[in-house]
């Protein structure tokens, strides 16, 4: 019974075993990559603009919702002398795009779905409205579901999806089309899920690495975001306070006559630079929609993460049933229980079977054992295809993470150190007019 034990676990740990990649398959991702790029080459795709509409609900009740414009075209240069090609366009609401996201997180489980920007604002600093149809909130909602178009379109698989296409292109029928790819009734259970993460007996390791890394990364990136509210708050107060320092100026300088036009001078960069507050932090929010996308990102780290634990969990349990069989299989061919069964207890009190029936008990349980060893090695083929794709697409997700925080955490030291040149400047200003007086 031991050795049949130590085979369960055997079988169960091949699907995580260690993928070390070689250069054919460094090139095979660069092919995949190649393939996915090919779509942006081919196709400029743009959420050009978003409108306010009016309209009823499912149930017959008046709501207000937003509508954004995607344009689609060609995007082979015109040749001398030729026309641009006119652009396709169709509306979509932000359902439909949830929508589609859910239809790639079912068929592409081993993948990295893109997150959509907030449907909510959250960690917004108080002075901006955190109503959806607020004009700002709607303007950086179309940049962000922009930029997730330009993700799916970028990835090496998700690009070449069908129903993605139909997406960008068609605007009636798509509904339908997504729902007869039948991707709901593919949808795990969340028990199944849940049960799965606390009865996996052998979770590879690299895995469960990456899921502290999410759950660590998802903490710091709310930290920082809830920091940054709190600092734009005193920003705005220290900014707003140069306003008042303005309008003593202005009214100090009816009253001096030598020193009126120095203090009104004074007033006025005062003035400039307290007003300058409002665009500043509006541009900021830009750079917090960077970092929401990847505390977003998080999720769809542990929802891959998840599904592992979920094949991994179907994987051990077909080599436990499996190997349940095989000694039931020795059980009966030997006439001996190993272990206190009802099924022994019976034997004694009723005795034992006949051999014609326990050569047919056998005869099924082989053929149970084939149907069974024919499962595990289909579980064990899923398990190791999910790996291989599922790792290749976190390295992918590693280089562009590194890239994206690196740029925009340096567009935000640049903007930073830009916004203190530009206060030191109004206070040179106001000096140069202070020597004046």
Request: aromatic share 8%; net charge negative; glycine share 4%.
């Amino acid at each position: 019974m031991m050795a049949d034990c130590e085979s369960i676990e055997e079988v169960a740990v091949i699907g995580n075993t260690d993928i070390t990649p070689a250069e054919s398959e460094n090139n095979a991702i660069n092919t995949m990559v190649e393939r996915g790029t090919a779509l942006l080459r081919k196709m400029d795709i743009n959420v050009a603009e978003a409108e306010k509409r009016t309209g009823k609900n499912t149930v017959n009740m008046q709501e207000t919702y937003t509508v954004y414009l995607i344009e689609t075209r060609p995007a082979e240069a015109v040749p001398e002398g030729g026309v641009p090609a006119t652009p396709d366009f169709l509306w979509r609401r932000y359902s439909e795009f949830e929508l589609l996201r859910t239809y790639l997180l079912v068929t592409y489980p081993c993948i990295i779905i893109p997150p959509l920007p907030e449907k909510r604002a959250e960690f917004v600093w108080h002075k901006l409205s955190a109503d959806n149809l607020d004009p700002d909130f709607v303007e950086r909602r179309r940049v962000g579901l922009e930029n997730f178009l330009f993700r799916v379109a970028s990835h090496p698989v998700l690009s070449t999806d069908d129903i993605f296409l139909v997406f960008l292109t068609e605007e009636k029928g798509w509904r339908e089309a997504v729902l007869d790819t039948g991707f709901q009734d593919k949808v795990d259970s969340r028990l199944k899920s849940l049960s799965a993460m606390f009865r996996v007996k052998n979770p590879d390791k690299r895995f469960t690495a990456v899921k502290q890394y999410s759950d660590e990364l998802n903490a710091v990136i709310s930290q920082l975001l809830r920091v940054r509210v709190k600092v734009a708050d005193r920003l705005y107060g220290v900014y707003k306070v140069h306003g008042n320092y303005g309008k003593v100026f202005s009214e100090w300088s009816a009253i001096e006559k030598e020193m009126g036009d120095g203090l009104q001078s004074a007033g006025h960069h005062m003035d400039t630079y307290a007003a300058s507050i409002d665009d500043i932090l509006e541009e900021e929010e830009h750079y917090a929609d960077h970092l929401k996308e990847y505390l977003f990102y998080t999720d769809a780290v542990r929802s891959v993460c998840r599904k592992h634990e979920l094949v991994q969990y179907d994987l051990e349990t077909a080599a436990h049933e499996l190997a349940s069989k095989k000694v039931q299989k020795e059980e009966l061919a030997t006439g001996t229980v190993r272990v206190f069964s009802l099924k022994g207890m019976t034997s004694k009190l009723f005795g034992q079977e006949s051999q014609e029936q326990r050569e047919n008990k056998v005869a099924a349980l082989e053929q149970s054992i084939q149907e069974s060893e024919e499962m595990l090695k289909e579980k064990n083929t899923e398990s190791q295809e999910f790996l291989r794709t599922a790792w290749e697409d976190i390295e992918r997700f590693k280089d562009q993470r590194d890239r994206d925080l690196r740029e925009a955490l340096i567009s935000y030291a640049i903007m930073q150190i830009s916004m203190c040149k530009k206060g030191i400047q109004v206070w040179s200003n106001a000096k140069e007019c202070f020597n004046k007086m």
